[in-house]
């Protein structure tokens, strides 16, 4: 496809949990990007990868987030031992990684922990 | 930690009116960027600002970049009900850094 792809688009988990979230970025782009969004909030950055460089984990939250970009290309973000408050929608965008280059964003991934 | 303000959080008009949104920071951005975003989706880039002072028109739609380059708004001229959505306002600290994301401006527009 010519867009960025997250899968699943829904996850309801129970709490406790570990879930997976995936995302295939535009082929040829360096920097992938994962943000999570409450109801009608802005972006909360978590981490952004860039060509073979160590991943900025900054904004993860907790030790129970991890992300991993395999081949320069696909990622996945893996929550472990969900808790209610990582409900939330988690986009992922990705870019051309030149300065000021635009992200291209998936629908998101919308996570529910009962 | 960099951290962009956005302001307003919300804003209701009436389809014709006028509305400035703001962004600002107390450090200095590299560019910065304007997406909207429509329920379900992700954001979609409608403007990228580098220069301080900088002045782009899309439609109307009118970015400004502050000549320091702490700042930025966003004007809509005679709004319509299909500018509804969430405004959000991204800057660049440094050329190779993460993108960092305002709160986000959700405006409704009504017929």
């Known amino acids: 496809g010519a867009g960025v792809s997250q899968s699943p688009s829904n996850k309801v988990t129970e709490k406790g949990k570990d879930v997976e979230l995936r995302c295939d970025p535009i082929?040829?782009?360096?920097?992938l990007y994962w943000y999570r969004q409450s109801l009608g909030q802005g972006l909360e950055f978590l981490i952004y990868?860039?060509?073979?460089?160590?991943?900025?984990k900054s904004g993860l939250p907790s030790d129970r987030f991890s992300a991993e970009r395999t081949g320069g290309s696909v990622s996945t973000l893996t929550i472990q031992r969900t808790q209610q408050e990582d409900s939330a929608v988690y986009l992922c965008?990705?870019?051309?990684?030149?300065?000021?280059?635009?992200?291209?964003f998936g629908n998101g991934t919308r996570l529910t922990v009962t | 930690t960099q951290l962009l303000e956005q302001s307003p959080q919300f804003l209701s008009i009436q389809e014709g009116e006028n509305l400035t949104v703001y962004c600002n920071s107390s450090s200095v951005f590299s560019s910065l960027q304007w997406y909207r975003q429509e329920p379900g989706e992700g954001p979609v880039l409608l403007v990228t600002v580098v220069t301080g002072g900088e002045v782009k028109k899309l439609k109307r739609l009118t970015f400004q970049f502050g000549d320091a380059r702490k700042d930025s708004s966003l004007h809509i001229t005679a709004a319509q009900p299909g500018d509804t959505g969430l405004y959000l306002c991204?800057?660049?600290?440094?050329?190779?850094?993460?993108?960092?994301f305002g709160q986000g401006t959700e405006l409704s527009v009504k017929p």
């Open positions: 991204a800057g660049l600290y440094n050329q190779g850094g993460k993108l960092i």
């Open positions: 965008a990705s870019s051309l990684g030149t300065g000021g280059s635009p992200l291209h």
């Open positions: 990868f860039q060509g073979n460089s160590a991943p900025d």
């Open positions: 082929s040829g782009h360096t920097a």
